[in-house]
């Protein structure tokens, strides 16, 4: 998921989707030419590495390159206190 137009992880071209239902950290988009909304996790594995300015706001499940063109990265896990 990405804020910005460009290829996913996986360097397909990512599409346009809209939102239509969020549940916990599930967030169901529908786009184009889809019959139904598909489901995503908004708990990404990888974020864009662009640093505290980031536009992009692009996670992942897989490790690639980002939309803006940097190497996507861990997220890091900070414990609850």
């Known amino acids: 998921m990405s804020m910005k137009e460009g290829n996913c992880t996986c360097g397909?071209?990512?599409v346009k989707a809209k939102v239509t239902k969020v549940e916990k950290d599930v967030a169901?988009?529908?786009?184009?030419?889809?019959?139904?909304?598909?489901?995503?996790?908004?708990q990404?594995?990888?974020?864009?590495a662009c640093g505290p300015?980031?536009?992009?706001?692009?996670?992942?499940?897989?490790?690639?390159?980002?939309?803006?063109?940097?190497?996507?990265?861990?997220v890091e896990m900070k414990p609850v206190k």
């Open 28 to 42: 169901y988009v529908k786009a184009e030419g889809w019959d139904k909304p598909r489901a995503f996790n908004t």
């Open 44 to 48: 990404g594995k990888y974020m864009c």
């Open 53 to 74: 300015s980031c536009a992009c706001n692009m996670i992942s499940q897989h490790p690639g390159k980002c939309v803006c063109g940097e190497n996507m990265k861990p």
């Open 12 to 14: 397909n071209k990512m």
